[in-house]
């Protein structure tokens, strides 16, 4: 009997996102943008999904008069990630 | 990239493997850095040499250009700070053993006029080589963790080769650890910028 995978990370955008997240200490939403080559609306809209289940931090200021969004995985998210990813080998019977 | 797509696990698989992939390839390094503290070490040296045989009352301050190369060095880390887009956890350590080395180095500077100690190439030599082989090792760019074994390898040879010869090897240390490695990383940046435009 397999596990559901987690509904939050098994979309195509939210998955890449925390996939870059857990690489890295804290992301810029242009780099995320860049690299996923999402639309930042799009974008906008998983991040908002992704902080609100609480995997991921997002803090806005300005940086040269310009808005400047930084995301930040939690350890909620990296524990998710981490579920996800056994699951994900459980599915696909992959032995590590 | 669409938001809902439906995800075999095998893609879902291939797009986590992929997007660590994209993270890891990102190192960002312009080597300015480097190109500006090789440039400065194998000057310094060079000078101190050629004061040796000249007497030329100010050249005996040339080392004091090391402290003034802080200040664009600190310009240098906001502004690829800034354009980076992200912070690493690498980058934060790698950071730290450049900052340790930093102080070790002004520290070995004291001590060396402190304690009157004149030959003192293989000392400096050794600390050249800490911090470039543990980025190099660290971000697996072969050209510095060469400069780290060359640095190390010159320590050794500059015991035996007397003051004011051994400046030649401080060149030459400073020549493989950061200006060879900071013109190859240069190119590297230029020509990806280049594909990005």
């Keep these: ?96 | 990239m669409e938001n809902e797509q439906t995800l075999t696990g095998e893609q879902s698989l291939e797009l986590i493997t992929s997007m660590i992939n994209r993270a890891k390839n990102d190192y960002y390094d312009t080597g300015i850095s480097a190109l500006l503290w090789g440039s400065v070490i194998i000057f310094c040296s060079l000078a101190t040499y050629a004061n040796h045989y000249l007497q030329w009352a100010p050249l005996n301050y040339i080392w004091f250009l090391t402290t003034a190369a802080v200040v664009p060095q600190v310009i240098i880390s906001i502004r690829e700070a800034k354009s980076r887009g992200y912070k690493s956890y690498q980058s934060d350590l790698i950071g730290g053993v450049w900052l340790s080395y930093a102080i070790a180095i002004f520290l070995f500077s004291y001590l060396a006029y402190a304690l009157n100690i004149v030959h003192d190439a293989p000392i400096y030599l050794t600390l050249f080589g800490i911090p470039t082989f543990a980025t190099g090792y660290g971000r697996r760019f072969m050209p510095m963790i060469i400069g780290g074994l060359a640095c190390w390898g010159l320590a050794i040879l500059a015991v035996y080769i007397p003051y004011p010869n051994a400046l030649f090897l401080m060149a030459g240390g400073a020549l493989m650890a950061w200006f060879i490695p900071g013109l190859l990383l240069r190119r590297c940046y230029l020509k990806a910028k280049s594909q990005h435009v």
């Design chain 1, 1 to 96: 009997m397999f596990k559901d995978l987690n509904p939050i990370l098994h979309s195509q955008l939210r998955l890449a996102v925390v996939s870059l997240l857990i690489t890295v200490k804290e992301a810029e939403f242009t780099y995320l943008r860049e690299k996923t080559n999402a639309t930042a609306g799009n974008l906008s809209v998983q991040i908002n999904k992704l902080k609100e289940a609480g995997y991921i931090d997002v803090t806005k200021s300005f940086k040269d008069n310009y808005p400047l969004t930084i995301c930040k995985i939690t350890p909620q998210g990296v524990h998710a990630f981490e579920e996800y990813v056994k699951d994900l080998q459980a599915y696909l019977n992959i032995k590590k």
